[in-house]
């Protein structure tokens, strides 16, 4: 039956839009759910699209003509238009980001291409600034800029009633205090398979220049009560990993301990909590609160970007260093939260010797990640205005990603990149702990050790950039060499250290190499490896902090 909305009355509220409405076209008849196609492509299958949970849950009577697809980047456009046709929708809003973009914009060609009629909606970062080519686009019937689950559902009422609409439309935030939260729309597999995205806040106070939370005017905070009363309807269902998107968890204590309490009063094994934090803002009562959780149980990714004064002040990074060094110890040493930290590589200012100084002084501080970013010039953040001063140059292609800098030339950020791939490989996935520590101990500088092998990895692997690894069987066997070669470490300290990683940490046969060396396996006589006994306790938690998790105990001797 078809959706009937009578007139609306000379009160009701009109769109913002930017530029001119439109002749007011005929009205929109709605009668079955696939009229209007809410889809987006997500980086991975783990992902979900909060986004468009949002829109959808705001959608009031509309619901019922509205459905959410969900494909992935991988996916083939041809294959997704075919389906898409098959639904016959009058519309289908597309949420944009930096990963899809491309793939978006390709369908998109190709659904039009077949069909005409239908109408194109576009919202999502990657539309909500620098938007002139797309308004040019005349694939594209509609932009929606910044959060959009307000002006998402006055145009569809517009054009129910027949009334004026515009190309593009910009930001209205939505109330949050009586906006309909989406946690009803995870449904029975995402709990079990997929990342349960929630969020506490919207909003940054801070004005870093290479991010768009920092065109935020304030943080709005959403009503505890209705937070909590989804949360444990969440719960109910099943749900124990929640990955908060709040910008700054920690801005208010009051707020962030209430959410660490209501957790901590529900925890069980499988709970796993993640978090952004600032890592100088973190008050006597918060500590208690982090404190009590179990190892691993709580995750937070902190974002140090930089440690150099110079470069912290280019970009309007406010951070006070001496707490920030205080309260990594306080986590690293005193809690089982699991950290992950980030820094930024090709920043205002930035040389190389800066990063790496930065780079020394973060693994110094303990954290169990360090995630090696490279600029990117997210359209519509404040980085764009010292292009000129630095000489940024970034790639015009997504990513995005800075290509030189007056500071740092292409050749080295290029040299970064691999480190960074090599890092994330030998040291963030957490598959060699022990190795690793061995390899890292007692050099001035990490940094510099770390360049010298990934040079030994690039020559032995030629074409392992930019595919994602190597080979893990090759790489145990390149670190070992190499282990041996540029540390004190003797061949049966460091095999231990291997055979450790591979068989306890990560769970896996022993490495190839080890049965072709006969001198290597003559040493496994003399080698004892330990036991683990609560492997079971983390088997829910994902990988990475299962890995460290194990570790840990075996280090304590628990």
Not at 78 to 92: C, D, G
Not at 291 to 301: D, G, I, N, S, T
Not at 303 to 330: C, E, P, W
């Amino acid at each position: 039956m078809a959706l009937q909305i009578p007139p609306a009355s000379a009160s009701s509220k009109q769109l913002v839009t930017l530029g001119h409405a439109t002749q007011a076209p005929a009205p929109l008849v709605l009668s079955q759910k696939s009229d209007i196609i809410l889809l987006t492509f997500n980086a991975k299958y783990h992902h979900t699209a909060f986004g468009l949970r949002y829109l959808y849950a705001n959608l009031g009577p509309y619901q019922n003509f509205a459905r959410i697809e969900e494909r992935t980047i991988h996916d083939d456009p041809a294959l997704v238009v075919e389906w898409l046709l098959s639904q016959s929708p009058k519309m289908v809003g597309f949420s944009v980001y930096i990963w899809n973009r491309e793939i978006t914009l390709k369908t998109i060609n190709l659904l039009k291409r077949l069909s005409p009629d239908i109408s194109i909606l576009v919202g999502g970062p990657e539309v909500s600034y620098e938007y002139e080519a797309l308004e040019q686009n005349i694939n594209i019937n509609h932009i929606f800029c910044g959060e959009g689950e307000q002006s998402f559902f006055d145009f569809i009422d517009a054009r129910v009633k027949g009334h004026p609409v515009s190309k593009i439309y910009s930001e209205i935030k939505p109330d949050i205090a009586t906006m309909r939260l989406p946690y009803a729309l995870y449904d029975a597999r995402d709990i079990e398979q997929r990342a349960i995205y929630v969020e506490a806040s919207r909003g940054c106070p801070y004005e870093c220049s290479f991010c768009l939370s920092s065109l935020e005017e304030k943080v709005r905070n959403i009503p505890l009560q209705d937070f909590f009363e989804e949360m444990q309807k969440l719960y109910d269902r099943g749900a124990r990993q929640f990955k908060f998107i709040d910008r700054t968890f920690n801005l208010k204590p009051s707020i962030s301990t209430a959410i660490l309490d209501f957790f901590f009063e529900r925890y069980t094994d499988d709970m796993f909590l993640h978090f952004e934090v600032v890592p100088d803002r973190l008050p006597d009562k918060l500590k208690e609160r982090i404190a009590r959780f179990p190892k691993a149980a709580l995750q937070f990714e902190i974002g140090i970007q930089s440690l150099t004064l110079h470069v912290m002040s280019a970009i309007h990074r406010r951070q006070n260093l001496d707490k920030t060094r205080t309260n990594f110890g306080y986590l690293t040493k005193e809690t089982g939260a699991y950290i992950h930290a980030d820094l930024i590589a090709g920043l205002p200012g930035q040389t190389i010797e800066d990063f790496e100084r930065s780079f020394n002084q973060l693994y110094g501080m303990g954290p169990h990640e360090i995630q090696m970013g490279i600029l990117k010039r997210l359209k519509g953040s404040p980085i764009i205005k010292l292009s000129d001063e630095f000489d940024l140059r970034f790639d015009p292609s997504p990513p995005y990603s800075i290509l030189s800098s007056s500071t740092m030339s292409f050749s080295v950020l290029q040299k970064v990149k691999r480190m960074a791939k090599t890092w994330d490989q030998i040291v963030n996935q957490q598959q060699f702990p022990n190795t690793t520590r061995l390899l890292f101990k007692d050099t001035i500088s990490p940094f510099q050790r770390l360049k010298r092998f990934d040079d030994v990895l690039h020559q032995k692997v030629p074409d392992a950039y930019p595919r994602h690894s190597v080979n893990l069987q090759k790489l145990a066997e390149i670190l070992f060499d190499f282990t041996c070669e540029v540390t004190p470490h003797n061949s049966l300290t460091v095999l231990k250290a291997l055979m450790t990683d591979f068989r306890v940490i990560v769970d896996r046969p022993q490495p190839k190499f080890i049965g072709q060396r006969p001198e290597l396996v003559d040493m496994l006589s003399h080698i004892n490896l330990p036991e683990v006994h609560n492997r079971e306790r983390y088997r829910h938690i994902p990988d990475r902090q299962r890995r460290w998790a194990i570790d840990q105990d075996l280090t304590n001797n628990v």
